[in-house]
């Protein structure tokens, strides 16, 4: 699964990924949440073989199992302290094999008539306002920025690492946001090892069942160390709008992303997202379109003017002269207000249909 979502895979009986969560403690002001899932699955996806040959290949699989602690405590009035963790580094399929210590959210925070600042490893504000609005699925997922889907543009899960965020409450119906990434030099091979503090910022204004909202961030802590590409470049900029509508229970949502590339013989990507999602009272039924523009050099200019070059590896972001249209398509049914299942579709339009596939899968939830 792509994020610790489930907000909208069960729309109007689960309003988050905690919402069934079980209030250990709960005293002076102090509370105590645990919460987690189980998500098994089955997939059969047009993949790559350890020949380096595109064929189908399935499996049954563990699909994000999380188990979380949430805790918050009231400073004072107007003023609280929270923090929060998750764990999904076990496989349900392979749970006595697992053998792993990594998590998948963990951070600090205060929120109050300030605002909401918060420090630690978490989604990006991009994932929130930009990407989740158009695709928020099981586990196929349209290419963005962040290198998740079919491209393997930008950076992938670091991304989400040593983050600090501020946003603003909202002032009748804006809210800004800004934040830091900062990497020093104990850090992995592919980020700068000159202690840099990257920027993001933005905005998004609600008014009614209306909402737009605009990112950008600049990648500053990455550098690339793939072979066949100079090392120590920067991978460039990244940005976005999206708006999107709720009526009743159909929400649709526009999407404009980009991919500023500084890489040598790596292009630009635009993206042009559209998806939309219908509660029809035993679950949703979803789907997404988008239109992949590698080599646009603006907004507007769908035309593919990219630069020729070797390519070191076949990515979205490096095959140049090209666009890609990706569709997936899904849906939930509710079998009890803690357990669904679903079944989702997605095409690619990549050589060979690399990517394409089926998967279903079952959730339980407390």
Known sequence: MKKTLLATAIAGAMAASGAQAATVYNQDGTKLDIYGNVQIGFRNIEAENDNGNIE?????????????????????????????????DFKADEMKTAGRDAGDTAYVGLKGNFGDVKLGSY????????????????????????????????????IETDQLTYVSPSFNG??????????????EENVTSRGNASVFGGAKYTVGNFSVAAMYDNLDNYEVTQTGVDNKQEFGDRYGVTGQYQWNSLRV???????????????????????????????????AYQYVDVGGDTF???????????????????????????????????ISDAMYTWVEAAFYDREDDEGDGVAAGVTYMF
């Open 56 to 88: 189908t290949q399935n499996d049954v699989f563990d699909n994000g199992s999380t188990i979380g602690f949430a805790a918050e405590h009231v400073i004072y009035d107007g003023l609280t302290g929270y923090m929060k963790i998750e764990f999904d």
């Open 123 to 158: 989604d990006t504000l991009m994932d929130d306002w930009i990407q989740d609005p158009v695709t928020n699925n099981e586990y196929f997922d349209l290419s963005d920025t962040s290198g998740s889907g079919s491209s393997d543009i930008a950076v992938g899960g670091e």
């Open 174 to 187: 804006l809210e800004l946001a800004i934040g830091t990434q900062y990497k020093g030099d104990m850090e």
């Open 253 to 287: 949502a526009l999407k404009y992303e980009r991919f500023d590339s500084d890489l040598d013989n790596v292009d630009s990507v635009n993206f042009y997202g559209l998806g939309a999602r219908y509660g029809y009272g035993y679950g949703d039924i979803y789907g």
């Open 300 to 334: 507007g200019n769908v035309v593919d003017d990219a630069t020729s070059g070797d390519s070191p590896s076949d990515t979205a972001s490096n095959r140049g002269d090209d666009t890609y249209n990706e569709f997936i398509i899904g849906g939930t049914y509710n």
